[in-house]
């Protein structure tokens, strides 16, 4: 075998050993990936995995917050002003958390519909949107600029 050849086999191997460690890299990091959705995307995308764990954002509607008077099952409507999701909680909701302010949830959608979500972020001041949040407002039409900036 020659020198030439023994390098070329070698190089081979390098390539495929490196094509094996990123495929068992991206498998082992598979599970952890969450995926943001506006209820616009949740609503007209088809197949939607029902046990993944993923986020939606969105406003909170006016008036859709109800506070649980025996425990600690949050429910509440999150809208990008196109379409609505209903989202359950059960947990504290977080102090800042109002309606008609921007949220993030996230968690899993129930075969009824039902966005079950396990974590509620909300934001942190007057002027705050989530980026992903304030795009798709804005891909939906319905952005007001004066009324939220980032």
């Excluded at 075998?1 to 190089?11: C, G, I, V």
């Excluded at 002003?81 to 977080?94: A, E, H, M, T, W």
Aim: net charge positive; charged share 25%.
């Amino acid at each position: 075998m020659t020198r030439k050849r023994r390098r070329f086999y070698f190089l081979i191997l390098c390539i495929i050993t490196l094509c094996v460690a990123a495929a068992l890299v991206l498998t082992a990091i598979e599970d952890k990936i969450t995926f943001f959705y506006s209820p616009t995307d949740l609503i007209l995308k088809k197949n939607m995995p029902k046990a993944q764990q993923i986020r939606i954002g969105g406003l909170v509607k006016r008036d859709s917050w109800k506070k649980p008077f025996n425990g600690l099952t949050h429910k509440f409507i999150i809208t990008d002003l196109q379409y609505d999701i209903l989202v359950s909680f059960k947990g504290i909701i977080p102090d800042i958390f109002r309606e008609g302010q921007g949220v993030v949830v996230l968690g899993r959608l129930t075969e009824n519909g039902v966005f079950q979500a396990s974590e509620v972020l909300a934001k942190h001041d007057e002027r705050y949107m989530p980026p992903e949040v304030a795009d798709a407002l804005k891909k939906s039409g319905k952005w007001k600029e004066n009324r939220i900036k980032q």
